[in-house]
């Protein structure tokens, strides 16, 4: 049973109009990461919360926003999507301790016409 | 930001062929993630270690921690077709100061049946 779980699995968008695209998580990890992956690159961290602490990357964007409103949801809204936005959206939790793993959800595949 | 570098880029081999690649870095790691991604999905992870000179194994796949803690490899014994996809290796530093997983570049494995 998918663990970490993101909706929807592929996204359309208009340029400038704003998306969100939605994980959530079975783990009850505290750490939940979202990133970007462009084609057969290696996924690059946006931001992540560490239970409601956010933590942004500091070349991330501001057109990229999050939110997690609870310890299962987190949240990726693109405000203004660009053309160069056009990727896919990775979303990821970890525990902590002895559970130092990352799990992925399945992406989201964002296309911006 | 941190630099894993992953080698070899990209492998094509015969199947049935054993495979290696790995990931090394200027820095000490504590913890060293491989992960296959194959198109349009998430990251999966393949193996989890911990401890310098682990070795682990799962099915045809072995991983190991390498001793200075600055590298890991991967093997894969007797390719088969459906190993084909992007294997990433994932680590995070020594000490760690906080959440974050750094990854390598990525090999693109190809088998020909």
């Known amino acids: 049973d998918a663990m970490v779980i993101q909706n929807p699995r592929y996204q359309v968008t208009q340029f400038g109009k704003p998306v969100t695209l939605s994980c959530s998580q079975t783990l009850n990890h505290n750490v939940m990461y979202w990133y970007q992956q462009k084609s057969s690159q290696a996924p690059k961290l946006l931001f992540h919360?560490?239970?409601?602490?956010?933590?942004n990357e500091a070349d991330t964007p501001d057109n990229f926003q999050s939110r997690r409103p609870n310890t299962s949801f987190c949240f990726l809204d693109i405000r203004s999507p660009g053309l160069g936005d056009a990727a896919m959206y990775l979303c990821a939790t970890r525990g902590t301790g002895a559970n130092n793993i990352q799990y992925f959800g399945a992406g989201t595949r964002l296309s911006v016409l | 930001g941190q630099q894993l570098n992953q080698s070899p880029q990209s492998m094509f081999i015969q199947e049935g062929e054993d495979v290696s690649m790995n990931c090394t870095s200027s820095?000490?790691?504590?913890?060293w993630l491989w992960y296959k991604q194959e198109p349009g999905e998430g990251p999966v992870l393949l193996i989890a270690l911990y401890k310098a000179g682990e070795l682990t194994s799962n099915g045809r796949l072995t991983a190991q921690f390498g001793i200075t803690r600055k590298d890991s490899f991967l093997n894969i014994s007797a390719s088969i077709p459906s190993d084909v996809g992007i294997y990433f290796c994932?680590?995070?530093?020594?000490?760690?100061?906080?959440?974050?997983?750094?990854f390598g570049t990525g090999t693109s494995l190809t088998v020909i049946p």
């Open positions: 919360y560490y239970d409601k602490d956010f933590n």
């Open positions: 820095s000490i790691f504590n913890t």
């Open positions: 994932a680590g995070q530093l020594e000490p760690n100061t906080g959440n974050q997983f750094y």
